[in-house]
């Protein structure tokens, strides 16, 4: 009886040590849950890009270019543009959350097409003032209550011959925005 009554004691005590070690190798921790929520970002058109009214060159070649800043220049024997034209860079608002990075995407060149009968393409090469085409911020901080903004001057220029087609020209030029 001594035996059975020595052994029920030892595994009483085997299991209390067993559930104190197990009890003492227990861990727990915590962790921080966060997140920022931010407003949309968005470009929005405010002017169109306009070359004006151009009397193409009457012998070879020649240039039409408009800077960000709307200064036009053309080039060729005998081509100008006429003084009664109006042009414009084009202009861009980029809003969003302030001070958050974002990626601007221009189309490098566009195409216009002649829309009268006579037919015949333009290729703008475009420019942008923005310098930041892939590496842009928005103005403020996070959190303002005024969205962030960029604002944004494109222009270009394309070349221009003696035998390019008279005629309205029209094209479209893409614009986009995404944040980083």
């Known amino acids: 009886m001594k035996i059975i009554l020595a052994m029920a004691v030892s595994a009483i005590v085997l299991g209390a040590a067993a559930s104190a070690f197990a009890a003492g190798n227990t861990s727990a921790t915590t962790a921080t849950v966060t997140t920022t929520i931010i407003r949309p970002i968005s470009v ?15 012998t070879s070649s020649g240039t039409v270019a408009l800077s960000t800043t709307n200064v036009p220049t053309v080039t060729g024997t005998g081509a100008i543009l006429l003084p009664s034209s109006t042009t414009s860079a084009a202009n861009f608002t980029v809003s969003g959350e302030g001070g958050q990075a974002f990626t601007l995407v221009i189309d490098p060149t566009v195409t216009l097409t002649n829309t009268a009968t006579s037919g015949g393409t333009l290729t703008v090469t475009t420019v942008n003032d923005a310098a930041c085409t892939t590496a842009c911020a928005l103005s403020g901080a996070l959190g303002d209550v005024a ?25 479209t030029m893409n614009v986009s925005v995404t944040y980083n």
């Open 44 to 58: 929005t058109k405010n002017t169109d890009l306009k070359f004006g009214t151009i009397v193409r060159p009457s």
């Open 147 to 171: 969205n962030g903004a960029k604002v944004v001057n494109v222009a270009g220029s394309f070349p221009l011959t003696s035998l390019t087609n008279t005629g309205a020209y029209a094209g």
